[in-house]
Nanobody
């Protein structure tokens, strides 16, 4: 079992920044890949960025150059630094991992970007 808890969401003006955190607990020794997804109202959940235990990253095209994913393995925490935020970035952001053939999701944190 793995538990993921996100924090750091909020309201920010366009052009601003936020940093989200995802703390993992439970069977964390089995965690390799961690990722951030987001879901806006009426839209499908989509990948934002992911990172492996070794630090290899992948990004959705719509966040390249603006968002940076990182992780602190000692703290079992993943982060996403979000800069130059746009109103279309508004969504619930979810932390995700996959362990032993099972998907795990956090409860989500709301990000709202005002224009």
């Amino acid at each position: 079992q793995v538990q993921l808890v996100e924090s750091g969401g909020g309201l920010v003006q366009a052009g601003g920044s936020l940093r989200l955190s995802c703390a993992a607990s439970g069977s964390i020794d089995s965690i390799n890949y961690m990722a951030w997804y987001r879901q806006a109202p009426g839209k499908q959940r989509e990948l934002v960025a992911g990172i492996t235990l070794g630090g290899r990253t992948n990004y959705a095209d719509f966040v390249k150059g603006r968002f940076t994913i990182s992780r602190d393995n000692a703290k079992n925490t993943a982060y996403v630094q979000m800069n130059s935020l746009k109103p279309e970035d508004s969504a619930v952001y979810y932390c995700y991992t996959h362990v032993n053939l099972r998907d795990y999701w956090g409860q989500g944190t709301q990000v709202t970007v005002s224009s």
